[in-house]
């Protein structure tokens, strides 16, 4: 049964045991270099959208807490809904407090807890605006004001807003001592920091973004306590320029509040798509086919997909889509027909990579030959099409659009290739190549799979989250 594919378990006792991508190392990197110092710092985990920073961050947490290192987990976009940043912040430390604790100094730590976020409460509540303020202040008739009357008034707002002032600075340096002193007792026994990891930064909406990254430096920033964010800097750039305009410079600003970055390395080529193979169980499935003609399809749709995501540097994201149309197209497909793994796969990419090449192709905007170096013209190396599956692939495209044997007029411009003076010896053996899979696809239903596969593929998108 080739099913949809799981959340990947992380085993509390061996939170990278399901790790597909090797980053245990990393890990063990950043755990030593939070705790390297008692320091306040904001350490950035910078990775493309969908490259798997969250099943990393996850892992990670659990290492840090099997490292004895007190750790918070904050997930910024499904707490988005929250009309104050720092609220969300001082709750999610009240809610986890006895699993930072233990039985010693549990009472300690709730003590200087209670009283940090009794004070930091009292920093959020709103303030009467002074423009209400005017507004309903005796139903003033401005007109039978003395300038010497307005003068006092204006007066008395400004000392109010002054008073205000300090009382929040004050307020804001009593709030960071409680929680130092919390932030300490939680470090006093193994001498290792809070570390509060803040993830999915990058996809909430831009005014929370910012404001989780200004309450945490404003209103956190004290000794032993760590952030870690696990954001796209690039689409929180976005969102930066979003709030403060086209204009701003992102990286200016991002350096106010990220003291550290640290880009998750990505994954080897073909390392995750490897991993898909066994999550969806297709090397199972494709195991069960015995007959000459499809005994080699999982073969060929492992490599198909290995060399593609590499060309068309698919996230981690769009990679587990491209097999969830794999894994439906299977499953809507009688199991004695040929599946074309090569052609149905490039399909499958090019729908989700690039849909306009995808539909220009279908609806014959593109003829077999433009198709073909539009995507040669992808991969500069030009490595793949040079191969045997490169060959087969294209021989496909050739005929794709024809439902019989075309003759002379499918084969002649690699007749012409082949038996050209100025073709090099390369060409025309590739050209031979080709010509002889085309001269098979009479019997082995090659000609003419296209509709058959795009049916396939748009059926499987019906299906697909």
């Not at 021989?395 to 050209?420: C, F, K, Q, W």
């Amino acid at each position: 049964m080739i099913l949809k594919v799981k959340e990947i378990e992380i085993i509390e006792e061996n939170p990278f045991q399901n790790d597909k991508l090797n980053r245990k190392e990393n890990a063990e990197i950043l755990t030593e270099f939070v705790c390297s110092s008692s320091e306040p710092m904001v350490v950035c985990i910078d990775a493309p959208w969908g490259q798997g920073k969250t099943t990393f961050l996850r892992m990670w947490e659990q290492h840090l807490k099997n490292s004895d290192v007190p750790t918070l987990y904050f997930n910024a976009w499904e707490n988005d809904f929250t009309e104050d940043a720092f609220v969300s912040l001082i709750g999610e430390i009240g809610s986890a407090i006895e699993a930072l604790t233990n039985a010693e100094n549990e009472g300690t730590a709730k003590e200087y807890y209670q009283k940090a976020k009794k004070v930091g409460l009292g920093l959020v509540k709103r303030s009467i605006p002074v423009a209400t303020k005017v507004a309903t202040a005796g139903v003033l008739d401005l007109d039978k004001m003395t300038e010497q009357a307005l003068s006092s008034f204006a007066e008395s707002v400004a000392n109010d807003q002054i008073e205000k002032y300090e009382n929040a600075k004050k307020a804001l340096g009593a709030f960071r001592e409680h929680l130092a002193n919390f932030a300490n007792n939680l470090s006093s026994e193994n001498d290792k920091p809070l570390v509060f990891i803040i993830d999915e930064l990058d996809r909430c909406r831009p005014n929370f973004s910012i404001e989780i990254l200004e309450k945490a430096k404003h209103f956190f920033n004290v000794p032993n306590i760590i952030f870690v964010l696990g954001a796209d800097k690039e689409q929180l750039g976005h969102s930066i320029k979003a709030v403060y305009g086209r204009d701003i410079n992102v990286n200016g600003y991002l350096r106010r509040f990220i003291d550290f970055d640290y880009l998750l390395p990505s994954p080897e080529k073909g390392q995750f798509i490897r991993a898909l193979f066994d999550k969806y169980s297709f090397n199972e499935y494709f195991s069960t086919k015995q007959a000459d003609s499809t005994r080699y399809e999982g073969e060929q749709a492992l490599k198909i997909f290995t060399e593609l995501f590499d060309i068309y540097q698919l996230t981690l994201r769009e990679q587990i889509h491209c097999c969830s149309l794999l894994s439906l197209s299977i499953r809507t497909t009688p199991s004695n027909h040929k599946l074309y793994p090569l052609f149905l796969c490039l399909l499958i990419v090019l729908k989700v990579k690039e849909p306009k090449t995808y539909k220009k192709f279908i609806f014959g905007e593109l003829s077999p030959i433009q198709f073909i170096d539009t995507i040669k013209s992808a991969d500069s190396s030009d490595v793949f099409f040079e191969s045997n599956y490169g060959a087969v692939l294209e021989a496909y495209i050739v005929a794709s659009r024809t439902n019989h044997y075309a003759g002379e007029e499918l084969t002649a411009p690699y007749v012409m290739i082949r038996d050209s003076e100025d073709s090099t010896d390369n060409q025309k053996r590739r050209a031979d190549r080709i010509l002889k899979i085309l001269s098979q696809f009479e019997w082995d239903g090659g000609i003419g799979v296209l509709d058959s596969l795009v049916k396939k593929i748009e059926v499987a998108s019906r299906f697909s989250a």
